[in-house]
């Protein structure tokens, strides 16, 4: 996977709340080109693994809980400079310290129920995608 690409997850919460078209719009309206997308559920044996590097946490149980708790939407996104430019555009994990505009500070509940998630390195991209998408999937 190119250094070009990210990986994102819109959570339960914004799913639920309907704030998946109006996410997709800020991703895309920030220049990003998604390059798979799947909407889907995932149990909480699927999202303790995808989430096995937290396991331990104070927050673990709750964010396993909270990502099984509905669907989903799992997607990779390619930009110049995809991870950088897409955690400035999310903004930061808690919404009450991300700054106006992000995704985070105008969809998010809470830290745990923050509406997406987004890798935060090239080897997380590759993981994380590889964890949903198979090569097949994937528009290169």
Do not use: W
Not at 58 to 87: C, H, Q, T, V, W
Not at 94 to 102: F, L, S, V, Y
Not at 111 to 124: I, K, L
């Amino acid at each position: 996977m190119a250094k070009n690409m990210t990986f994102t997850i819109i959570k339960p919460t914004a799913i639920k709340n309907n704030n998946a078209g109006a996410i997709l719009k800020m991703i895309n309206d920030a220049g990003f080109v998604i390059k798979a997308m799947k909407f889907t559920r995932i149990s909480k044996t699927q999202a303790g693994a995808f989430y096995a590097v937290h396991k331990g946490k104070p927050f673990y149980k709750e964010l396993i809980r909270f990502m099984s708790s509905g669907p989903i939407i799992a997607a990779i996104l390619e930009k110049e400079n995809a991870i950088e430019d897409f955690r400035e555009l999310i903004g930061a994990t808690n919404p009450d310290k991300a700054k106006e505009g992000t995704v985070r500070k105008i969809f998010a509940c809470s830290v745990t129920e923050n509406a997406v998630h987004g890798s935060d390195s090239v080897e997380n991209v590759r993981i994380e995608a590889d964890f949903f998408f198979n090569q097949l999937e994937i528009y290169y």
